[in-house]
């Protein structure tokens, strides 16, 4: 897969976010979504007028809300402007990433706003999700978005005390990590002396997924803003670069299963991460990123979706894991901001993922930055059925083009 | 005693015994045991029998046998039990820990009225003593109803509104024959009357229960003008609009998808073919999404076929088409069948009986509606092959 020719250099300048929390009662969505456009700017040391265009976003049925960015324009500041909206499910917050991304990168614009939020209180994400599924089949069986097939096929492969015990040692990582986070929705202080009570005692969803394992429902927003290399560098002490970025669809609803694991496609995570990091010359990517802001919607999904992204064979992962070598201070820290099962507004949830690896890329994640100097990041999002977007930050603007063929 | 949140673990339990409402009781055989850990802990037994309950502090190591155990320390049980820490995220989190049936944890808030730390400031009787003076007898015209109050806790108790031919008259106590029925804890009515809790949040969460005439009921709230509490300090109103949506929809299956549905109707299952990889889409798609060529050729397959995946769900969710909630568990899977291969699976429910002894593997077949409509409701389900 050929890499996108950029016209221009595209760095981010600015990153805004709202706390998450269960509920946002004391504002409205407008409100809420200014709320983060206010930080960004702030952050930035811009004013609304130097934004060129605004690229909005959320999911489509959680609120019911059909053309939310018309009611938000005061908010957004796309009052008289360029704006678009995009909704692609949970990959929404890395899809207004990427087009933002490419409106500057083409040269058509020189300041854009990424916007992505979500108020999951005001409406029915259960109903919202199974909405998802196509209407003339799969609407009736969908339950919502919990599953524990990756348990079992996780349980299957490593055995039942090993692959239970990571995937729990996991989730008290993240919440580790959450716990320095000041905007996370949940975090318990969780301890690892708690992993084996947790294992047999934390209340089922579905078969082997418990409810701690799974991500919250929370309201929010982000956003954060991109500018052209020219504008980027007179703006900012230290924008953040946006190497390449990758989205692949799949349609795994309906190849996920198989009685051998051999007949199994590779999932788009792993082709989207073959994909990029061949483009990009990175052979090893846990040696080369930093920092990896995964979404990860369950301790489940993040384990085994740990080995995809950063295209690990056999049990590496699990060592990873196990090893600590995903907290800050390991090897390559994963989801230093506590991750989606610290916070989930849903429509803003990948954009998060992009807004933290860039401030672990500045260096301004405060309690929860990563140590050493954070030089490269991957954000990635995870929506529909089984949709994958990856975003690639840098630090200095050094790497060397790939051939234009490779 | 340690205080926490302005209570202590004891003085929850008790005032247990007076908050028990034995109408909500009726066929519940339970004992739960509460194991409270740390400072200002202890060990107490409530057995709900018989439509009564009985609080006891267990004194030795030993609970006897119970139903349920609860296991927290002091400040998670008071904090969950006054609503000032999530009862979720503590148990989410393991801070509060359940050991047996499940359910009858969900059934405590209707068996017993919230606990309410001694009250500051205005109470249910002083509000009750307003019904005077607030009612409307405009709205009244016609009605002929006693309305009964039942509060329970501190600063409340039992009234009946008697309202006939426009004017109101308030008693002590329930009257016999009572139109309306509303039994919900004293503080929880203070707050419904200060809009601090949403009447809709109270009754689903068991905490108001209106019975009798809903009709009536459903006038309740025009017979007299709004509470306004006196020489209390108000915030800004913060209001919260509740709307439904609900609309009807019609989705057209095109030819593909239509020939599928028309084979169930006669109980047969087609898959189609792509012509250039072989693979079979379950239900069919006008294209082989790999291939991208349009697979025309239709095989039939099953009906048995092997269970690939299986899903038990525990989680009460709603059926977003319907809005009930779903009986759990429930199973969903991915079968393999006859004639398919790999990856070719289907995706049906399992049936509630066979939940537990199918597995991987396991031989499955369909069993089909009596009445077939050309939808996935033509399978109710696949059951085991024994």
Redesign the interface.
Known sequence: MKKPKKNRNVGIIGVGQTIYS?HR??VNQAEMVHEAVALALKDAGLTRDDIDCVVHGNMELFE?VHQPDIWHTIATGAYGKSAFRLTTGGTTGTTVVCAADNLVASGLYDIVVAIGFEKLQEG?T??GI??MAD???????Q??A????TA?AMIREFGEERALRAAMRMRVQMDKHACLNPNSH?S???DYS?ID??MK???????ELR??HMCSQSDGACAVIFAGEEKAKKLSDKPVWVRDHITVH??ET???????PA???PSSHRIAAQRLFERNGITNPVEYFDVFEMYDPSAWWGLDWLRDFMLLDGDEHLKMVENDEILIGGKMVMNPSGGVVAANPIGATAIVRVAEAALQVRGDAGRHQAPGGVRHALASGFGGTYWTVLVMLEKDLDWQEVSADG | MAEFFGATVEDVFKTQDARFRAEDAKGVDAVVAYDITGEGGGRWRVTVRDSRAVTEKVTGSDFGAFTTKITTDAETFIGVTVGKI?GT?A?????V???GD?KIVALLPRLFTKYSPPSRGVSARDIIATFPERFRPEAAKGLDAAIGYNLAGEGGGQWTAVVKDGRLEMREGLAENLTVNQTVGARDYVDLMLGKLDPMVAIGAGRLRITGDMEVAKVLPKLFRKYEPKEVERGPE?I?LK?T?SVG?R?S?GPV?GRF?EGLKGRKIFANVCPSCGRR???P?EVC?VCRCRAGEFVEVGPEG?L??V?????A??D??TGETRETPYG?S?I?LDGC?????F???IKREDLFDVK??SRVRPVWAESRTG???DIKYFEMVR
Not at chain 1, 135 to 141: A, Q, S, T
Not at chain 2, 341 to 345: A, D, K, L, V, Y
């Open positions: 269960s009662e004391d019911m029915h259960t109903g199974t909405n209407p003339l089949w799969g609407r009736h069986l339950t919502g919990l599953t524990d097939a079992q949940r318990f202080g969780l708690q009570d947790l005692n934390s209340p089922r969803l579905v078969g409810l701690i799949r349609e309906f190849t996920m299963y198989s009685l051998d007949d199994r496609d | 999530d995220a148990f989410t989190s393991g801070r820990k359940i050991e499940m913060l919260v709307k949506i929809m989705f299956t998808m549905l889409q379950l239900p798609r999404a092997v690939v995946n899903e038990i769900c525990y989680y969710s709603p977003p088409l969903t991915n393999l291969r790999g990856t070719e699976t995706w049906h429910y991987r593997g939808s996935v409701h």
